[in-house]
């Protein structure tokens, strides 16, 4: 279960290509290239899967993250339980942001015309 539109993912380590290829194939994979070029493989934590596949991932985990609802990654956890606490203390801040062309002109109301 999801809080506050933040959701626990789990990061495989190196997993066996049939794994990534069973998960691929059901497009359950969410890959995020850091800025150095390292390639992290991402699965929704919380998704059912069959016990011989949930075996598997258990097994290549190498740790958990959290993510947005829009998919932007937060931060990354060792353990399952300190990802969820995480989680539930986790808050959606929203931010305006107003980009405007140097083009346009703007009436300052405080100056006279």
Do not use: C
Not at 58 to 83: C, M, P, Q
């Amino acid at each position: 279960m999801s809080t506050n539109a933040v959701y626990v993912y789990r990061e495989l380590g190196d997993a066996p290509d049939s794994l990534l290829d069973w998960l691929e194939k059901r497009n359950q994979l969410y890959v995020i290239v850091r800025d150095n070029g390292d390639e992290h493989v991402f699965i929704d934590n919380e998704l059912p899967r069959d016990s011989e596949i949930t075996n598997a991932i258990i097994a290549n985990t190498k740790g958990f993250a959290l993510f947005t609802e829009e998919g932007d990654y937060i931060g990354s956890y060792r353990s399952l339980d300190r990802a969820i606490a995480a989680q539930g203390s986790a808050r959606v801040v929203v931010q305006a942001e107003v980009e405007a062309d140097a083009d346009d002109d703007f009436e300052d109301d405080d100056k006279p015309a």
